[in-house]
């Protein structure tokens, strides 16, 4: 049984008094860290970061956050319990503590006011729907692709990131690759003369409707919210597979299929080259001999194609003037039909498709509230390319689209297939 000692109102002001000249009189120890000293950031100069749906994709991301000395993790949000105590264990042995707060519903992360910025990694399902509710909490963005399920989710979060002042960055990492960046410098510039034709790879060139797998019982909500894992998406009953997959999209509408997952990432090269970064091409045409064409209202044409590339790596672009023409991919290396048009430049080779300099971009725009490489203008007109050609493809008849109204030109059917609903109660 505990006891409770009475104090003396004497006795507490006498020993209160006592305790306060000793604190006075002892030295304080303020940690280096506390001061940026020792190579150690100081607060006021750390961005803090939130991350939302942190899996497979997402820890790499993770990762690639936690190696700038700038960046102080705080919180994650998974609908999957495991996710968030595994992302929690790689926080706090990073960080040396315990301050990683874990969250089931997003929403909860984003009320917070020390949070600075948002990782998002979920399923394309997600990716705008809580990037527009990221904006709206005054949070700066990564967000990885697709970025956007439709040509409306593009508009809007394009919209909404103008509106609200908020950093976007899509995880369309090649832009701040050297060799990939380059290759686009030359295209853009002029240096291979008029340019004619761009070419992107996709992984596949289908297009189909998102659908039900076989119903199993569904988890305990603390082990895996699956209500909220569908969030906007049309309901369906749970399936592991599908909360497994890893691009589900998990909606009513179009599927984007590979020119919207792996070839989002070679388009968006294309449209940079292109000088595109607010528009799309007008014309598109479905594959025909592996090839499926489109062409923008200054007559170059996109190329999207899945066969015919050199031997440079996955993710490969080629960018064809009338003067020259030069391919890159995913080795870092680069053919170009002259030595000439290097002019003197070593361009580093960097292999594989590493997300840290896109990463730092955004954090270096973060504090410098400029626009990072693959902003939401730049990605809301990539996406719509990409969601348009996947349109030809569905109907299965050329399409001719207007940038200015966003709308194909007579074609009610493709019309539609430009947005879907959202599940109540989300909206954008």
Not at 109 to 136: F, M, Q
Not at 166 to 174: C, E, I, L, S
Not at 229 to 255: C, H, I, M, S, T
């Amino acid at each position: 049984m505990k006891t409770r000692t009475r104090l003396a109102r004497r006795q507490f002001l006498q020993a209160s008094a006592a305790t306060g000249v000793a604190a006075l009189m002892a030295p304080t120890i303020v940690p280096a860290s506390a001061l940026g000293r020792d190579g150690a950031v100081a607060p006021s100069e750390r961005i803090t970061v939130g991350g939302i749906g942190i899996g497979r994709r997402g820890t790499y991301d993770l990762g690639c956050f936690l190696e700038q000395p700038d960046v102080q993790f705080l919180a994650v949000c998974d609908v999957k319990e495991e996710r968030r105590a595994a992302v929690k264990k790689i926080a706090d042995q990073h960080h040396g503590n315990q301050d990683c707060d874990t969250y089931r519903d997003f929403r909860e992360l984003l009320e917070r006011d020390d949070i600075d910025a948002v990782l998002i990694a979920t399923g394309p399902n997600w990716h705008c729907t809580a990037s527009v509710y990221a904006a709206k909490a005054g949070k700066d963005i990564y967000c990885e692709k697709p970025c956007t399920k439709n040509i409306a989710q593009s508009l809007t979060l394009a919209e909404v990131m103008r509106r609200t002042g908020r950093v976007f960055q899509a995880g369309t990492q090649r832009r701040n690759l050297p060799h990939f960046a380059f290759a686009c410098e030359l295209a853009r510039t002029g240096k291979l003369g008029k340019l004619k034709t761009v070419h992107a790879h996709p992984a596949g060139m289908t297009a189909k409707m998102s659908g039900w797998e076989t119903p199993e019982a569904e988890p305990p909500r603390e082990v895996v919210d699956w209500d909220l894992y569908l969030g906007p998406a049309a309901w369906r009953p749970f399936n592991k597979q599908l909360l497994d997959g890893f691009n589900f999209e998990k909606g009513g509408g179009l599927v984007g299929g590979g020119v919207l997952e792996w070839g989002s990432h070679c388009v968006d090269l294309c449209q940079w080259a292109v000088g595109a970064d607010d528009t799309a091409p007008v014309e598109y045409h479905p594959p025909e001999n592996g090839r499926l064409t489109a062409r923008y209202a200054n007559g170059v044409e996109l190329v999207i194609r899945e066969t015919g590339w050199l031997p440079l790596g996955s993710c490969p672009v080629r960018f064809e003037g009338e003067e020259g023409w030069i391919e890159t991919g995913d080795s870092g290396k680069m053919v170009l039909s002259s030595p000439a048009l290097l002019a003197g430049r070593k361009v580093e080779e960097i292999p594989g498709y590493p997300a840290t300099f896109h990463v730092r971009d955004f954090l270096d725009c973060v504090k410098t509230r400029s626009q990072p490489k693959t902003n939401a203008e730049a990605a809301c007109f990539a996406h719509i390319a990409c969601h348009a050609a996947n349109i030809a493809i569905a109907v299965g008849r050329p399409l001719k689209y207007d940038p200015a109204t966003n709308e194909f030109i007579g074609d009610e059917q493709a019309n539609r297939l430009r947005s879907e609903a959202l599940r109540e109660p989300w909206r954008l």
